[in-house]
């Protein structure tokens, strides 16, 4: 168990190509002394590793995967953008090699398929392809018997050692025939050359292993997209020059930033300054437009600050001296310096970045099966071989040595793991496709097989189950008038505050020809945590909360203060207009329910689904939205970190808990529920980290891309049962157990086209996915 004498570290590997090869490196770094716990990924191709450095270091536990054949390279914890970038480009150039290889290993293969199937009598067949399959085996599929080979000098084996003993053998022996066919004839048996099926299998290996690659250069994606998040340069204030010209009177009424509450001079100032240098306790300048580099406190300054991206809420927030402000998040008009607390691996962006890399390093439980399968597949079929072929050597003493050949070229053959291979990424592929047509994007087999248990669905409720974007739900006048209209909306213009934006969207909807009747705008003033003031048209008129119209002493129509009221009852913003005397208009602002919320929320709860809400909104909005869509559990005022912890109580109480959302602020939820789903309306981040993504956003979506889940899972389950299946049956026919039964000893050439009908079946098999309904 971890324990404060323990660290974790991260590691590269290299020269892993299947279940096999990680298998084989998490039980090597398990087994080192001073290793708590081992976590190989293969799709990630890393190693996470507990250990006591009392007893064990990193330079150990990379001689200990070097012995069995591997590599091991610390990962960085602040790798250098260059490096980053010279890694990813080094991934694209080998993904690039590998479709060469693969569109190439196709185009010859196809043909001796073609050739050997269906004209093998025609003059000179075989020779060509022996010639078409000879590029494709020791040219294309060279990498197979590399890796093989470095494997053997470590005494292992894994996938590419028996693709490379079946293909190796297959073509040896089909070139045997080709140009000593009288050896055969000479005992009474027709040679045939198999060189279709070395061929087949390294073009339908390889389709895999592209495929793979394809998956896991999606993996980095959303790491590199919270990494963008923060900018890498900064503008450092140095202090001392700020108080030495504040000392001389340097100062001006308005700041060339946008914000007349400070002036900083532009000399001491020092910009393009490297994020990494960024030490707790320097100023740093944000200027509108710019991300918040670093965690830290507002010292000077204010702005609104949008925060979507970590809260989850639609609203900027109101910063300045005092205020908190996170990395990540993004100023809107005003400037302001702030003081940095938390920088590097202290920030919230960075606390949810490594969630991220957690749930990335996750093993897919359908894979489980395999990854036991995978350790004694190989070293057992090459046992079978071999015994079969002694087997007809001592116990058939007249023509034991030929059909034990044949025996064991047919069981190589017949038990190449290309079925295996294309279970699941053909069911995968083809359960994508099915999800894409209906606004449905899975993104891996853990998700696939998690979802067909889950049985609590938390859902986030900004831009998940509501709209995520403030707008006027209603607007109540004592006596409309027009030109009170345009008031609203040209003063609401000048305005910086957030709601002030769903008000003049609300007006411009409606009437797209208000500006142009618009009087100018005069003694325009923001009063702080009350609203606003101006005079247009030689009216004066205030906008704002209740306190506002109270100070003011306006009176307030009480048919207007009831639907205010209510209207607050229901968690709705409310916002007044006002001339000098009464109170001309009320308008409510909230963040709207989705026309499908309600429903779909419904259909989760009749399949016997529990529904739970979090929400960093107050307790009224969650109560009314929980009201509103039949939601029996909700939490309010919930911090990103919160709602993590939060799922993972329902989990301790035993629950399969499935988390849906769209922010940022989510992706810890996400990474620690056991199904993560996004909506595809939300931020880019949410869709990278989520195993589903709900394409367009539709709740209503969610019980289809369960059912889908479920019937893709089921595919794949199939497939391996099929491909587990032919090989249990078709490896001791292979060795000539029918032989004495009824003299039936199967045909190389036979085994080849069984090999490639079990390939067939199990991709026919995902095909029919395509017929489902959900």
Same mark, same amino acid.
């Given at each position: 168990m971890e324990n404060e004498h323990t660290i974790q570290q991260n590691f590269? @590997?290299?020269?892993?190509?299947?279940?096999?090869?990680?298998?084989?490196?998490? =039980?090597?770094?398990?087994?080192?002394? %001073?290793?708590?716990?081992?976590?190989? $990924?293969?799709?990630?191709?890393?190693?996470? &590793?507990?250990?006591?450095?009392?007893?064990? $270091?990193?330079?150990?536990?990379?001689?200990?995967?070097e012995a069995v054949g591997f590599g091991l390279t610390p990962q960085q914890e602040t790798p250098a953008p260059s490096e980053a970038e010279d890694k990813e480009a080094e991934q694209l150039r080998q993904y690039r090699a590998l479709k060469r290889r693969t569109v190439w290993a196709i185009a010859l293969a196809l043909p001796v398929a073609v050739i050997g199937m269906a004209f093998m009598d025609l003059p000179?067949?075989?020779?060509?392809?022996?010639?078409?399959?000879?590029?494709?085996?020791? %040219?294309? %599929?060279?990498?197979?018997?590399? $890796?093989?080979?470095?494997?053997?000098?470590?005494?292992?084996?894994?996938?590419?050692?028996? &693709?490379? &003993?079946?293909? %190796?053998?297959?073509?040896?022996?089909?070139?045997?025939?080709?140009?000593?066919?009288?050896?055969?004839?000479?005992?009474?048996?027709?040679?045939?050359?198999?060189?279709?099926?070395?061929?087949?299998?390294?073009?339908f290996i390889l389709l895999g292993r592209l495929l793979e690659a394809r998956a896991k250069s999606r993996t980095a994606d959303a790491i590199k997209k919270l990494?963008?998040?923060?900018?890498?340069?900064?503008?450092? &204030?140095?202090?001392?020059?700020?108080?030495?010209?504040?000392?001389?009177?340097?100062?001006?009424?308005?700041?060339?930033?946008?914000?007349?509450?400070?002036?900083?001079?532009?000399?001491?100032?020092?910009?393009?300054?490297?994020?990494? =240098? @960024?030490?707790?306790? $320097?100023?740093?300048?944000?200027?509108?437009?710019?991300? @918040?580099? @670093?965690?830290?406190?507002?010292?000077?300054?204010e702005s609104y600050v949008d925060e979507s991206m970590l809260s989850g809420e639609p609203l900027a927030v109101g910063k300045r001296a005092g205020d908190r402000v996170l990395a990540g998040t993004i100023n809107q008009k005003g400037s302001f310096v702030f003081r940095a607390e938390q920088v590097g691996h202290d920030t919230l962006l960075a606390h949810i970045i490594c969630a991220v890399q957690d749930a990335q390093g996750s093993k897919a439980p359908v894979q489980k099966l395999a990854d036991r399968i995978a350790g004694i597949f190989v070293p057992t079929i090459m046992a079978i071989a071999l015994l079969s072929f002694l087997g007809w050597v001592l116990l058939a003493p007249t023509d034991g040595f030929t059909h034990g050949l044949l025996a064991l070229v047919t069981v190589l053959i017949i038990a190449c793991p290309c079925a295996l291979g294309l279970a699941t990424p053909t069911a995968i592929m083809v359960g994508i496709g099915k999800g894409a047509e209906q606004g449905i994007l899975i993104k891996d087999a853990e998700s696939l097989e998690r979802a067909r248990r889950v049985d609590t669905v938390v859902l986030d409720k900004t831009g998940t189950v509501t709209e995520g974007c403030p707008q006027v739900t209603i607007l109540r006048w004592r006596h409309e008038d027009e030109r009170h209209a345009a008031a609203f909306h040209a003063l609401e213009k000048r305005s910086e505050h957030p709601l002030a934006e769903a008000i003049v969207r609300y007006w411009e909807n409606i009437f797209p020809q208000l500006e142009k009747n618009i009087s100018p705008t005069e003694e325009f003033e923001s009063l702080t945590g009350r609203g606003i003031r101006g005079r247009v048209g030689g009216t004066r008129y205030y906008i704002g909360n209740r306190r506002l119209l109270e100070e003011q002493r306006i009176t307030i129509d009480p048919q207007l203060a009831q639907e205010a009221n209510r209207l607050e009852a229901e968690a709705q913003t409310v916002i007044w207009l006002a001339d000098e005397h009464e109170a001309l208009a009320v308008a409510a602002i909230a963040d709207r329910v989705k026309p499908t919320s309600a429903q779909a929320i419904h259909r989760l709860q009749r399949q016997g689904i529990d529904v739970h809400l979090l929400t960093g909104d107050n307790e009224a909005t969650a109560r009314a939205i929980a009201a509103q869509t039949g939601i029996r559990h909700y939490r309010a005022n919930v911090l990103p970190q919160e709602k993590a912890a939060y799922i993972s109580r329902l989990q301790q109480e035993g629950k399969t808990v499935a988390m849906v959302g769209d922010g940022i602020n989510d992706s810890a939820a996400l990474a620690q529920a056991d199904l993560s789903i996004a909506m595809g309306t939300g931020s880019d981040i949410a869709m990278d980290v989520a195993g589903i993504t709900l394409l367009k956003g539709d709740l209503g979506k969610l019980s289809e891309a369960l059912r889908l889940s479920h019937l893709t899972v089921r595919t794949i389950r199939q497939n391996l049962f099929w491909a587990f299946i032919y090989n249990i049956i078709g490896v001791p026919v292979a060795a000539g157990v029918l032989y004495p039964v009824c003299g039936f000893l199967l045909n190389p050439m036979i085994a080849g086209a069984a090999m490639a009908f079990s390939s067939v079946s199990v991709v026919t098999n995902s095909l029919r996915l395509k017929r489902c309904r959900l």
């Open positions: 590269d @590997v290299q020269g892993m190509s299947c279940a096999a090869c990680s298998a084989r490196v998490e =039980k090597t770094l398990s087994r080192q002394p %001073g290793v708590v716990q081992a976590a190989v $990924n293969l799709a990630t191709a890393t190693a996470t &590793v507990t250990y006591d450095p009392s007893a064990c $270091n990193a330079a150990a536990l990379q001689q200990a995967v000179y067949a075989n020779y060509a392809m022996w010639l078409l399959a000879t590029p494709v085996v020791f %040219g294309l %599929g060279r990498g197979f018997y590399a $890796n093989a080979w470095r494997l053997l000098k470590h005494r292992s084996a894994n996938m590419d050692t028996l &693709v490379a &003993v079946s293909t %190796g053998i297959a073509y040896l022996f089909s070139v045997f025939n080709l140009f000593f066919p009288d050896f055969w004839r000479s005992r009474g048996i027709e040679p045939h050359v198999y060189f279709e099926a070395s061929a087949v299998i390294i073009a990494m963008g998040l923060q900018p890498q340069t900064v503008t450092l &204030v140095n202090e001392e020059l700020r108080m030495k010209n504040e000392e001389s009177g340097c100062a001006a009424p308005d700041s060339p930033q946008g914000n007349s509450s400070f002036f900083i001079p532009h000399s001491s100032l020092k910009e393009s300054y490297p994020l990494e =240098k @960024v030490t707790v306790g $320097n100023l740093l300048l944000v200027k509108p437009g710019e991300r @918040v580099p @670093v965690d830290g406190t507002v010292v000077s300054g």
